[in-house]
T-cell receptor, first 108, second 118 residues
Framework: DAKTTQPNSMESNEEEPVHLPCNHS???????IHWYRQLPSQGPEYVIH???SNVNNRMASLAIAEDRKSSTLILHRATLRDAAVYYC?????????FGPGTRLSVLP | DAGVIQSPRHEVTEMGQEVTLRCKPISGHDYLFWYRQTMMRGLELLIY????????DSGMPEDRFSAKMPNASFSTLKIQPSEPRDSAVYFCASSRTGMGSSYNSPLHFGNGTRLTVT
């Protein structure tokens, strides 16, 4: 099973950066790392994904370790709307195995 | 783009009744996935389709569950007969590409159907 390890929960203050870590020590050389988040009462939504180098998009940045065994999702300025469960995922065959994720709380 | 559309949003039924959940994927997406989410087991993949053909149904819990995709714009997940342990949120998702290691197309999820079986 392709499992990733994330902290159960994290807290951040509004308008401060947030760094969400993930360990994926079993990742293969060609697997992408994907991040999704799930807001309350909604389906998961795509955040970002990457293979080796750091990635940026309008939602977040993804920093991938050189050995690819870990990565960090960076929200540059957390807002109240960013409170959600964040999932770090590596593919398992044709499947995405969602772990319990990290529940991010954003304090005003 | 209306996104993935699921119906109904909520379904309450009695044990033993048949339940049908519906999904309209995003136009042009060749892959469709059905997931189930519970507090105990999190998000689990039940089945997925490629070009309307079921590819992997190993996550379907038992024979009471069946899924169909008669065309590119519609899929159903049916539970017959339903049981209280089927209570969960069921999500449909679609994607342009599959989830393999060369994947570079995001999964788009619907807002789910919350099923309660009493």
């Amino acid at each position: 099973d392709a499992k990733t390890t994330q902290p159960n929960s994290m807290e951040s203050n509004e308008e401060e950066p947030v760094h969400l870590p993930c360990n994926h020590s079993t990742i293969s050389g060609t697997d992408y790392i994907h991040w999704y988040r799930q807001l309350p009462s909604q389906g998961p939504e795509y955040v970002i994904h990457g293979l080796t180098s750091n990635v940026n998009n309008r939602m977040a940045s993804l920093a991938i370790a050189e050995d690819r065994k870990s990565s960090t999702l960076i929200l540059h300025r957390a807002t109240l709307r960013d409170a959600a469960v964040y999932y770090c995922i590596q593919p398992y065959g044709q499947n995405f195995v969602f772990g319990p994720g990290t529940r991010l709380s954003v304090l005003p | 783009d209306a996104g993935v559309i699921q119906s109904p949003r909520h379904e309450v039924t009695e044990m033993g009744q048949e339940v049908t959940l519906r999904c309209k994927p995003i136009s042009g997406h060749d892959y469709l996935f059905w997931y189930r989410q519970t507090m105990m087991r999190g998000l689990e993949l039940l089945i997925y389709f490629n070009n309307n053909v079921p590819i992997d149904d190993s996550g379907m819990p038992e024979d009471r569950f069946s899924a169909k995709m008669p065309n590119a714009s519609f899929s159903t997940l049916k539970i017959q007969p339903s049981e209280p342990r089927d209570s969960a949120v069921y999500f449909c998702a679609s994607s342009r590409t599959g989830m393999g290691s060369s994947y570079n197309s995001p999964l788009h999820f619907g807002n789910g159907t919350r099923l309660t079986v009493t």
